[in-house]
């Protein structure tokens, strides 16, 4: 019995231990405790449940459609649903509010457009910082925005549409997606490298401006290719020009506004994907590994509605937004 009691001295002493190692810790503190199950890797167990999809604009609209591709896809390859929740309003800002104010666990994701940079470098108090509050994920792609008319409109190019404004200064109204966005600088880079004077119309997005030029309520239309294409292959609208510095890949029949008799003009457009700040690095790379694979598999159906698959890394992406801001 006597050579038994230091093996039995140890067995306790063992199981004294791992009985404290269970407990919660002691003092002030031990009643906020939450534990997580022993094993889990934030990266490998990712996602649990659904993923939100912020877009700043209303449904219908070109950063809509884009993410509408891009989350049926992205739900596919997480097996679990990513919903995409349009919050529209202050010309893309109050998406960002919510976006920068949302838990950094990988579970909101925002998409932004290159009026995301404008916004930027426009308010002095959006009410987030997009720099700051946020790290990118992955470009998803690039695009030019369209100069579209309504298809029966008596204006048969770029030279016609300036010639006009010129004999009646005001009188030619163009759509935009909302007041400070990429689609109303464009329109004002138009009117400051011509010289002239157009009239600026804002909706809340790009599918109620689209409505109106249809109709004939408003003269042209800046609006990128997945909103304009569908209507130009129905004929209810016609392409006049692209914003790009060259033409589009997917549009070799478009001219340029620049090449149309405004040099130096030029505007692009892109889409991509942000999370909150503090969000773990393994699922912001887990994130952009499979977006990346996901645009792979989607690159003929992109660039079938203008858009020209980016991808890419997410320093990559970070790095564009700032030179846009700048």
């Not at 109050?94 to 290159?114: E, K, L, Q, S």
């Not at 009646?168 to 004002?188: D, K, M, R």
């Not at 009239?199 to 239309?221: E, F, R």
Request: proline share 7%; net charge positive.
């Amino acid at each position: 019995m006597r050579k038994l009691r230091p093996a039995l001295r140890k067995h306790y002493q063992r199981s004294a231990l791992a009985c404290l190692l269970a407990l919660p810790p002691c003092g002030l503190h031990a009643a906020n405790v939450t534990t997580a199950p022993t094993g889990l890797n934030p990266a490998a167990d990712y996602p649990l449940r659904p993923v939100r999809m912020l877009v700043p604009f209303p449904a219908g609209g070109g950063a809509d459609i884009t993410a509408r591709i891009v989350a049926e896809k992205l739900s596919d390859a997480l097996k679990t649903q990513v919903i995409v929740d349009n919050r529209a309003g202050a010309g893309g800002n109050v998406a960002g509010v919510i976006a920068a104010r949302a838990p950094a666990d990988g579970y909101t994701v925002y998409t932004i457009t290159a009026s995301t940079a404008v916004n930027a470098a426009l308010y002095t108090q959006l009410g987030y910082d997009l720099m700051r509050d946020f790290s990118p994920v992955i470009q998803i792609s690039s695009l030019p925005y369209t100069l579209a008319v309504q298809s029966s409109s008596p204006i048969a190019g770029i030279k016609e549409l300036l010639a006009q404004a010129r004999l009646q200064p005001g009188t030619i109204s163009y759509g935009s997606n909302g007041l400070g966005g990429l689609s109303h600088v464009a329109g004002e880079l138009l009117a400051a490298r011509s010289n002239t004077k157009l009239l600026h119309v804002p909706y809340k997005g790009g599918a109620q401006a689209l409505t109106d030029v249809i109709s004939g309520q408003i003269n042209v239309l800046f609006a990128t290719p997945l909103l304009s294409l569908p209507h130009v292959r129905s004929g209810r609208i016609r392409l006049l020009a692209v914003t790009t510095a060259k033409r589009a890949p997917s549009l070799p029949e478009v001219p340029t506004i620049a090449e149309s008799g405004v040099p130096g003009y030029a505007v692009s457009s892109w889409n991509g994907i942000l999370v909150p700040r503090a969000t773990p690095a393994a699922i912001i790379t887990k994130l952009n590994m499979t977006t990346a694979l996901v645009l792979d598999s989607e690159r003929d159906r992109l660039s079938k509605d203008g858009s020209e698959v980016s991808s890419g890394t997410a320093a990559a992406f970070g790095a564009l937004i700032r030179a846009d801001i700048d």
